[in-house]
């Protein structure tokens, strides 16, 4: 039985990353992998059964390693001002230090992999969010909204910005380049619409 290799397995992680953007999830195959990291197709079996497999297995791994750095200085507790504040701090920093693992996992959220991804990362994330928006809102420092609605106001002009920042324009063409003055200026009136 052939050993596992910590760097090829590391290689074949980010190779097969570049090549889900590049190609798409139906262009994306085990023998272009194998191209890409100069092995075999047999190596690859020895990290993973199947082309599903290996796409589930780096989308949890990069689901976990997002959600680890999401809570990073975090408390549920917090007023909801600094919560969110540090949501976006440390969403927006974890989005520039690892683009591509970012777009791949934003990706992910529009397949078949992602009810599996999700319900396997999230198991710590979600109760402790919930319980920050339930404190925020028992404190009257937050208004009750549907869920769809709160992420909408609280994190998606984030993410429209970071989106900006990954292809380098915003609307119009416009050169853009994320700051953190614009991130604060947008978060100041994404906490004022969520007040009650």
Known sequence: MRTRDPKKESLVKQKAIELLLKDGFDGFSMQKL??????????????YQNKEDLILKIGIEEGHRMMEATLKGFSPDMPFAEGLKIQWENRSDYWIKNKEASLFYENLKHT???????????????????????????????QFLSFES?????????????????????????????TKTTMYQTLELVLKALKP
């Open 150 to 178: 709160y992420w909408s106001v609280a994190f998606g002009p984030l993410h429209t910005l970071l989106k900006f920042d990954l292809s380098g324009k915003s609307v119009g063409n416009k050169p853009y380049k994320f």
């Open 34 to 47: 194998a191209k890409a990291c100069e092995i075999s197709v047999g190596t690859l079996y020895i990290y």
């Open 112 to 142: 078949p992999y992602a009810s599996a991804i999700l319900e396997e990362t999230s198991h710590k994330f979600r109760p402790i969010m919930k319980q920050f928006t339930e404190n925020a809102i028992a404190k009257k420092e937050l």
